[in-house]
């Protein structure tokens, strides 16, 4: 095994783990640390696939500022184990039916897929460093690029709005 | 197993450096307590430490002795593993953030070998730096909520409220510089910089910006609203004993060291030596290394001077007034900086 596989593995087990403490954790401010580590793992597997701009956004904008967001939320209400109100059994099959109806379809949408043939380029190709990216997301994706931005600026102006209200 | 093919040499000299720049973050952080003290002393017309050594010069190790003996006390309703972690997570952030700073010109043997004075010449560079001060406010969060205390919690969100605000003027103020270098790799900052003059001739407000957010991203006075005494009995570390109240402290110590060497890199020219053309002098390989150092490190203390000037000369901020300087001044003065900086670049180039 090379480098690059030994930490690919790593990363994984470390990601799918800290992604399941999120969901099992009992104690919400717990479950908003695991999710900042599979933030963080996720991260190194972008820089492994070399994405090094992507890599560290995530680590700025969701590990470092949402879930700060997250956390506040949390902090301030005081939610711990014993106010989590307890819910109903048939409250947990309909999430456990629903969570099985989504991997449903998304295994549905995907199964034709050609992965075998589609490997990830692991430590080369050049488009997720900053000067490629940049140049991409203004020439080819510009469009996409700006409504996505626009997007962005009434959900900002929407909670203005909102927090506004008396 | 492509582990063992990495290069002995590239890993002993990666490790000197890491321990060495470590090394040098403790220290100065050490006597940046004594100067704090001495230079209180001095502003306020008495002697500051004087009794241990001579001019009282091994204070902060009889500080650190102290710190390391006296009792620590978890609190009974804390959450003991957070309660730990909080002080380790602000300690390691503020230490991991020397990683992309270039600490002097890089050393060329004889055999033309160089080696750079720098742990990682990262492509992301200066981003890499934000990312981890924006992890950095887990430390103050997570002490101030496991501390099961009323104030340490307010304090808490004040101080990660505070320094999610101050990033965003911070990251447009360091924009314009970006517009300028083209690259977001420290050495190439440094090299665009000796060629062409500091960035702080062609970005006075840029660095205004920047070091006001600076101010506040270490909470340091005036904008040290997670440790108002009056308000808040002693901030997020208010559970905190022995040396995990040491570890806070010393953090914002090194905190302010490293955002210091930071400013330097990007305003005022990283380890360039001023009016001269260094490279002309024909000096001998280690020579042009410890002088360049040296100068890094001149720039450096001026700064850790200002910092501790500020603070006991002007008095603390309200947080209203805090907020309404983050959001609705800095901001705007941040883009218009970057704006202007953009078109005069445009027309430049026409």
New interface residues.
Partial sequence: ???TQ?LFWLLSVIAIFSALMVVSSKNP?YSV?WL?LTFFSISGHYILLNA??L???N??VY???IM?LF??VI??MNLNKETEPQKHKWLRMAGAIAGGALLLVLVAALKNVDIKNQEALVNEGNVG??KNLGRELFTTYVVPFEISSILFLSAMVGTIVIGKKE | MELLTIKIWFVLEKVLLIAGIIGLSLFIAMYTTYAERKVAGWMQDRHGPNRAGPFGILQPLADGGKLFFKEEIIPLASNKFLFVLGPALAMITALVTSSVIPWAAPFVTKEGTVIPMQVADVDMGILLVFSIVSVGVYGIMIGGWSSNNKFSLIAAIRGASQMVSYELPMGLALLAVLFMTGSLKMSEIVSTQIQHGWHIIYQPLGFIIFFICALAECNRTPFDLPEAENELNFGYHQEYSSMKLGFYLFAEYINMFISSAIMVTLFLGGYDIPFVNEASWGLPAFWMTFISFSVFMAKIFFFLFVFIWIRWTIPRFRYDQLMNLGWKKLIPLALLNMIITAAVMLLLKK
Avoid: E, W
């Fill in positions: 095994m090379s480098i030994i401010v640390l900042i090094q701009f890599a560290i956004v680590i700025i590990a470092g500022a700060v956390l506040f902090m301030l460093l900053i």
